[in-house]
């Protein structure tokens, strides 16, 4: 290692995950079910653009194929960052692509991961929160009704992209990868089934998390939502839209958010999700690893049999 290698500051590491990019069988599918999830979904030179209403932030592209899988995952860093981050890529000999054709921006440092997702880190400002977001959950209050009429409350629509989880054949050396190459953190993990990954600059307790399956797959998004009630009015938006199949209402133990994942039409899920825990930046944080039966969720319905299935596996 040369002396400037050692000399790398101790922060450096992607702050964000910028945006993901997914191949679809079927694009008008794909709006028909993101716009009953809530998202604002833009026609964009033959590719579907996912924001959160209110916001100009690009936090998906759906692009369409044969069938479904990762088309590439995008990070931020900082611009002091970039320089040690491009000096750390080549002292550990991961060879340079060029960026995938249709590619959102085709700049900054690309590469593939050890299982051949294709990666960008690009200078960017921060997604992330800086600090844990304030619950905006309406308190109950005696001598008043609380709930609203049913059918009164405007649709559910997420503030942002939380995170995503990828299915992998090796959580830990996946995790090990992105630690090196993004400088990436564990946060905690269970076992050798599943991970969650966190940014040094302050984020949620998972940007990226890795579950356990025979090959590499994209498992689901996670979008912030300000509410549990804002958790059972999607779970229902979604059951209105066609959408029945899913998992929730429950609470994760590792990450500690509430959740409900409404099932795509390809094995893949969207999640609402509210109250995950928070990072922050030079926060001493432990990971534990406690076994699979005591930390895939604190309570909830039983999941799905195929919950975990890898559906971009051809034996499938």
């Known amino acids: 290692m040369t002396g400037e290698w050692l000399a790398e500051p101790e922060t450096v590491g992607i702050h964000s995950l910028d945006h993901y990019a997914l191949i679809v069988p079927d694009l008008v599918e794909a709006k028909r079910f993101y716009e009953a999830f809530g998202l604002d979904v833009k026609d964009d030179g033959g590719t579907l653009a996912l924001y959160a209403f209110g916001s100009p932030h690009l936090w998906a592209r759906l692009h369409e194929g044969e069938s479904k899988s990762i088309f590439y995952l995008s990070f931020s860093a900082f611009p002091e960052d970039i320089r040690h981050l491009e000096h750390r890529l080549n002292s550990l000999d991961v060879e340079r692509i060029d960026a995938p054709v249709g590619a959102f921006d085709t700049g900054g440092l690309w590469f593939r991961d050890l299982n051949g997702i294709p990666v960008q880190i690009r200078t960017g400002c921060k997604k992330t929160p800086d600090a844990k977001e304030e619950s905006r959950q309406a308190p109950s209050l005696a001598g008043c009704r609380n709930a609203p009429m049913r059918g009164m409350q405007p649709p ?26 993004l400088g990436l953190r564990l946060s905690d993990k269970s076992e050798d089934v599943v991970a969650f990954t966190h940014a040094k600059h302050g984020s949620d307790h998972h940007l990226v998390a890795f579950g356990k399956a025979n090959g590499t797959g994209f498992h689901h998004s996670s979008w912030d939502v300000p509410s549990i009630d804002h958790i059972g009015q999607g779970a229902s938006q979604m059951h209105l839209a066609g959408y029945a199949r899913g998992w929730g209402v429950g609470r994760h133990v590792l990450g500690s958010n509430y959740f409900y994942y409404a099932r795509d039409p390809w094995g893949s899920y969207a999640e609402y999700s509210y109250d995950i825990d928070y990072i922050p930046k030079d926060t001493p944080w432990v990971p534990t690893s406690p076994p699979a039966e005591n930390s895939f969720y604190l309570w909830g319905p039983i999941p799905p049999e195929d919950f975990t299935y890898n559906y971009e596996d051809p034996r499938i």
């Open 156 to 181: 559910v629509r997420p503030s942002r992209l939380s995170h995503v989880l990828l299915l992998v054949p090796d959580v830990p050396a996946a995790v090990a990868f992105y630690e090196r190459t």
